[in-house]
């Protein structure tokens, strides 16, 4: 995860209109966080956002952020209490763009879920002082985190105030039960199954199953029609044979009976 500075005072406001230390309500509180610390962990973030969006793109009463800045002071000072994790989703609040979370704007909402991505600098944080805040003052229900590079994975979820482990299944997966899905490590990445246990793909990849699935029942249509086809020609060689035998019977009767005939016997009169 990132570094925050608690005393580091965030980007200016709507060209000064705005204190710094009381926001009010027209003005425009924008996201103070340093980037993160590697490509991986970026790749991550944006891993886990691009799936659960496209996951729950039917939906409309959720957000999704990462690296973002969770503004969540009593008095509303932007400079007191913020946080800023690497990924975290609200659940029951509008789903639209936003420059920050600022707690006393949406209805004192926090984070239902949080997932840290553990770093060299900020690992011992985010296993100690952050997860006590999202304990204690968060309440956020499930806290999880996940080193991108030694796969360190450990989730928590809330019970009696009490971060308590969440135990994995046989996959070594944790089941979140604000998703509705489990969260895995897949190809070396934190990545979320659905309860069937099927990997929850991203835009570009269930793009591709699309397409995959479309070029398959090409396939079969197309093996479908060739059956059709020779079943169709199979029937049609079977109607000839038959129609030869039927000739080559008449045939034979005709020759017989033109030999009685020669005989002087007349094969009408035979029974």
């Known amino acids: 995860m990132t570094v925050t500075k608690e005393s580091q005072e965030p980007a200016e406001l709507d060209n000064n209109t705005c204190p710094k230390d009381i926001i009010l309500s027209q003005c425009e509180l924008w996201s103070d966080e340093p980037p993160l610390e590697s490509d991986k962990h970026q790749e991550q973030m944006e891993l886990l956002l691009s799936c659960i969006k496209w996951y729950w793109q039917e ?16 008095n509303k000072k932007t400079t007191e209490k913020f946080r800023g994790p690497d990924f975290f989703l609200v659940k ?6 936003r420059t920050s979370w600022v707690v006393w704007r949406e209805n004192g909402k926090y984070p239902n879920i949080i997932i840290e991505l553990l770093s060299k600098k900020t690992a ?12 204690n003052e968060f309440q956020t229900p499930e806290y999880f985190w996940f080193h991108p590079n ?13 971060y308590v482990p969440i135990n994995a299944n046989t996959e070594g997966w944790l089941w979140s039960e604000e998703l509705e899905l489990f969260l ?20 570009t990849e269930a793009a591709q199953q699309q397409a995959e699935a479309e070029r398959l029942e090409k396939e079969v249509a197309q093996q479908q029609a060739e059956t059709e086809r020779l079943e169709k020609e199979a029937a049609q060689q079977q109607a000839e044979a038959e129609r030869l035998e039927k000739e ?16 002087g016997v ?6």
Do not use: H, W
């Not at 939906?59 to 002071?73: E, M, P, V």
């Not at 011992?124 to 304990?135: E, N, P, S, T």
């Open 124 to 135: 011992k944080a985010d296993r100690g002082i952050k997860k006590d805040v999202y304990q």
């Open 92 to 97: 029951g609040c509008e789903n639209y763009s």
């Open 248 to 263: 080559a019977a008449q045939r034979q009767v005709e020759e017989l009976k033109a030999r009685l005939k020669a005989l």
């Open 184 to 203: 895995g490590i897949y190809e070396s990445k934190l990545r979320f199954f659905n309860p069937d246990k099927q990997l929850v793909p991203t835009p």
């Open 150 to 162: 030694t796969l360190e994975f450990q989730g928590f979820r809330l019970e009696n105030g009490k």
């Open 59 to 74: 939906r409309n009463n959720f957000y999704a952020s990462g690296n973002l800045t969770i503004y969540f002071s009593e």
């Open 266 to 271: 007349d094969p009408d009169t035979i029974e």
